[in-house]
């Protein structure tokens, strides 16, 4: 059997297992610690955020977003429908109510008319304002961020970016996660780099993160006796693994650059079938093409996955979007069937950043293979 080829498989950028062996000579193995500094200030260089807390993981992140941000029982919180249950699941940790809002064709994110409508149509009928918003920018590729965010700043709803999946990602060279006022990126095993596992909130407020960086320690006041005036969460990033992020970081324009090629690639294999449509870069925005996606107009998304595993490659439908999870089957919503569409006729194809050309073309020749 052929060596498998991955979704989106971890690729180390060289120096991380030196910078590990630094953290062992030191024998700051437990939370905390130098790599831990060096790590949250990458980001804050790179993304231009003016403060970072190092997490173990962005879902970690958005919790403490909703939290600092106070959001609690019965608020209400939009978020987009297309994403991951990482995106949304700390609405319920915070035993809040999401609402739903469907994608637009153009940036298969959040659709700003269909936000804006229902904010107009709730200010018409008297009700309040849900306390927040989470927008996803999906697969790496930024949200209609600039309309996102006045419409939020016009109505007072508190902008938090799930920006879990497009780190380097910009919209106008903004970072995509710097725009609300809180943005959060994952360093989970599958994104574009990784600390095996791992998150990092940002924002523009020195107290927001402050308050975060306490509730991810337990929320202990600065006592020898540790006295709690709350309670907080054991969510901090440990040093051995802020180690790795702190390598991984170097390599993030060349990691960036090499999966926008990666996506060229199929582009110049597959982008004269009319059968398919690759997921859109909207104008003045670089996406990070964490993974490259798209549509089929006539084909089965999950034959050409059965085809692909069979040559022991891996590959997965689009996000299903959680207006549709049983989870969620209650909740309020905003659609009018992009995201419902988009899943149906959606692949997300191996894009690692240590694939060959060779490899995406084999990819390539087996989509055509099995496509209708
Ligand atoms: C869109 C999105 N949001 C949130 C998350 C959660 O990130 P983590 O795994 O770091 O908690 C992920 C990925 O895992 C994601 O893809």
């Not at 697969?139 to 419409?151: D, P, R, T, V």
């Not at 993030?252 to 982008?271: A, H």
């Not at 398919?276 to 964490?290: C, D, T």
């Not at 490899?359 to 390539?364: D, G, I, K, Q, W």
């Amino acid at each position: 059997m052929k060596k498998r080829i991955f979704l989106s498989p971890p690729h180390m950028g060289g120096r991380e297992l030196e910078y590990i062996k630094q953290v062992f000579e030191s024998n700051y193995i437990a939370p905390l610690g130098e790599f831990v500094d060096r790590f949250e200030k990458s980001i804050k260089n790179y993304t231009k955020s003016r403060y970072a807390v190092a997490l173990s993981s962005a879902t970690a992140a958005l919790h403490l977003a909703l939290r600092v941000a106070g959001v609690k029982e019965g608020d209400e919180v939009l978020a987009s429908t297309f994403t991951f249950i990482g995106s949304v699941a700390p609405i319920l940790y915070q035993k809040a109510t999401p609402i739903f809002i469907d994608s637009d064709y153009e940036s298969w994110n959040l659709d700003p008319n269909l936000l804006e409508d229902f904010i107009l149509k709730r200010l018409k009928s008297g009700k309040k304002l849900p306390k927040a918003l989470i927008l996803t920018h999906l697969y790496g590729q930024s949200a209609k961020i600039e309309e996102i965010y006045f419409l939020c700043e016009k109505y007072g709803i508190i902008l938090i970016e799930d920006a879990a999946e497009s780190l380097g990602a910009t919209y106008k060279e903004k970072h995509t996660g710097t725009f609300g006022r809180f943005g959060a990126y994952s360093f989970n095993g599958n994104k574009i780099l990784t600390t095996s596992g791992g998150g990092v909130l940002v924002g523009e407020n020195q107290k927001d993160i402050e308050k975060a960086r306490f509730l991810s320690t337990q929320a202990k006041e600065p006592y020898l006796h540790y006295e709690h005036k709350t309670y907080g969460y054991n969510y901090r990033l440990s040093n051995v693994l802020a180690a790795i992020g702190v390598g991984q970081m170097e390599v993030i324009e060349k990691r960036v650059k090499k999966r926008r090629e990666i996506f060229e690639w199929y582009k110049s294999f597959l982008g004269n079938f009319e059968e398919i449509e690759f997921m859109p870069e909207l104008p003045q925005s670089r996406g990070n093409r964490w993974l490259t996606t798209l549509t089929f107009k006539r084909s089965n998304p999950l034959k050409i996955i059965e085809h692909l595993e069979k040559h022991n490659i891996e590959s997965r439908p689009l996000w299903k979007p959680m207006h549709l999870q049983p989870l969620f089957k209650d909740a309020p919503k905003v659609v009018k069937g992009v995201s419902e569409d988009l899943f149906k006729r959606g692949l997300c194809l191996p894009s690692g950043s240590a694939m060959s050309k060779e490899e995406v073309e084999l990819v390539s020749s087996l989509i055509i293979e099995s496509m209708e």
